[in-house]
């Protein structure tokens, strides 16, 4: 009965059913779409037990829990066994039903999925196709529908926008449009873009986006049709940066090529010339039509070498590259200089496509290099050969000289008082003398002989094939040439100059002994009175030795403490009183002995040390003074000052020092000045002998009538008294002029109403003499010489006391 009764029910079915015993699960029935689903006849298939066509383990379990009754009603996909063997895909529903009130069938719909498997298959290899085609794009994609929602995009679309990987991660088209208006430079005109593209489904657009990156991409964008009705959109965007950049730097190097400033020339591979620019124009004073298609032997040469341009093709191919130096013939014919630079251009076979050369006009440089090796061996100012020049070339002729027993002479020539000149009309009217006495020195000289400027005002001359005859006759010309005189603007005056004379191989056989023994000549020159000449001599050395010597020893002696003061007395011609104390420096060295003031106080001048001993004498005496004051036996100390020692800035603030400090009265102070310190700079010296009178310090004349004797000065400077040079009394009594000059001096200080001391008084009769005329007092060894402060005491306790 039920047989009758489902049959025609299953038959009208489309799908595949079965209908299972649920106590044995043995198929009763199956239609014919179940036959042929599995490629089976009805009878292999009813009575079997359903799990004999099953193709899975797992159906093993599933029919197990359908026995079970676990639930009435299931839906799974399987795999089925078909009458090939073959595993068959099915949709499985297995329903409880109960087709009698006291009997139940599990009803089992199959359906198919062969098929559908096949056509999913057929679409995820197309889906993979198209995501394959999408990555390997080298553009950016990105894929929408009609109202812009983001259904796809590439790889490179990320890279190209820079999307962060959390984005990639989650579906968010808001955060990435958000994105992409942040990465563009101008979000607004971007979104309004986008708006216009869901706005027109049918828009085509294709622009260019500029990112804050600095990356530049172009967009395009198309419909995606579907049965010619528009469905979404389709953007590809490509980096056009580079393409930009390259395109701009083509513009740029066409750019170059016209605006540079070095010249350039471009050939074809078989050298000839195709194109210049307007600098190789300019430098080759040719316009372009008359080089274009010459070969650039044709123009370029070396005049030392006349086969390197031929040859230059054949070791371009060789090497690519080329540099040097050639010339180029201008139009004016002027030859000039330029350093070349040819490079060989190939493409990306190798093959030759063009070279280009680079060249620029080395004239400016040859003059510097000019300029600097005449600044490397002339001197700047006069353009006389320097040290170095000199050097070479007195290096060659010695040699000559040695070999050929020839004499040569050096001239060391310093001028005079050229530092007045300076000092008084400023360094840039002294630059103008030294350039007329170069000339002058030039003019005395053979062709042969090199003058040099050492420096300042110091010049050496380097004879060749001169004896001590023609060194004395060449030294009375320069003399005289520079004796002669010099006319700069509307000045006229004169100029000497010292000259040392050293020869060779007498006084040394190379440049530096000979220039050495010349100044050493030359310092003996100035030493005694300038505006001569010398020749060099051994003795000389030695004395220069001697100074050297001596004034080390000087140095150390102020070191040691070794420097003592001697006091001279001067006495009243009137009634035989001690009227005051001249300080007299002593020295006494462990190795030279006692050594006499003229001996080390000139050289102590020259070096300038006059000026510390001169503070030391100052601060002595000063010392001794205020002891006798203090004792109750007061004494004048008188000091001298050199000139130097004067001329210190804060002289009258130390002199005001030392006796403040010592307790000294200041009367009990004299200072001596020679007549040579008070005629420079009058004024100054006239504010400081003020200031000096100001303190109370008595001030005298040294040495008066040796120097400079003005009634002038003596009017004008606050001066107490003059002491006359024992040069004018060792005359005396017998020495007319002696007479005639002391007894003017004294009428002279008795009419200014100043005090007098005579110095160098060794006879009775000077002495006797000096009264009559009315001289004040006297200091010589007739009373004694200069004493130590001790012996000087005991002397002082023998005179009368002063009236004053």
Partial sequence: ?????????????????????????????????????????????VGKPAIELTATPEDQFFWEDVASGLTENIHSETLLRGADGMAVAVERRVSLVWPEADRSVYLVGLRDLRRQRSTEDELEKLVAELRATLESTADGILVTDLNGGIRNYNRHFAELWSVPEALLLRRDDTAIYAHLANQVSDAQHFRQRLQEMVDNPLLETSDMLVLTSGRVLERVTRPQYSRGQPTGRVASFRDITQSLAAQSQLKLAA????????SIFITSPDFFILAVNPACESLMQC????????????????????????????KLQEQGFWRGQLWIRQQDLRACAVQMSWVLLRDEVGQVTHSIGFFRDLTEEHEAQKRIEQLAYNDVLTGLPNRLLLSQRAEFALRVAERNNGECGVFFIDLDRFKNINDSMGHTFGDRVLVDVAQRLKGCLRETDTLCRLGGDEFVIFLQEIDARGAEVLAQRILEALGQTLHIDDMQFSIGCSIGISLYPEDGKSLDTLIKCADTAMYLVKARGRGSFRFYQPQMNVNLLSHLKMDHAMRQAMDKGLFRLHYQPQISLTNGSLLGAEALIRWTDDELGSISPAMFIPLAEESGFITTIGTWVLEEAVRQATLWQNRGTPVTVSINVSALQFQLPDFVE???????????????????????????DANETLSRL????????????????????????????????????RSFVTGLPDDESDRAIVSATIGMARGLKLKLVAEGVETPAQRDYL???????????????????DKFEELMAGLPASQD
């Fill in 771 to 789: 009264a009559s005329l009315g001289c004040e007092s006297f200091q010589g060894f007739l009373c004694a010489p200069g004493l130590a402060a």
């Fill in 690 to 725: 003020h200031a000096l009178a100001a303190l109370g310090i008595a001030l005298s004349i040294d040495d008066f009538g040796t120097g400079y004797s003005s009634l002038a000065y003596l009017k004008r400077f606050p001066i107490s008294k003059l002491k006359i040079d």
């Fill in 654 to 680: 130390t002199v005001a020092a030392v006796i403040r400090i010592a307790g000294l009265k200041p009367q009990l102070l004299e200072l001596e000045l020679t007549e040579s310190i008070l005629i420079q």
């Fill in 287 to 314: 316009p372009s039509g008359k080089l274009l298609g010459a070969l650039p032997q044709d123009i370029f040469y070396d005049p030392q070498d006349t086969e390197l341009m031929p040859g230059l093709p054949a």
């Fill in 255 to 262: 750019k170059v090529f016209e605006s540079s400033l070095e």
């Fill in 1 to 45: 009965m039920t047989r009758i009764v489902w049959r025609p029910l299953l038959e009208g079915l489309l799908e595949s059913v079965w209908l299972v015993n649920p106590v044995d699960l043995r198929i009763l029935a199956v239609n014919q779409a179940a036959c042929d689903l599995l490629g089976l006849q009805r009878q292999d298939m």
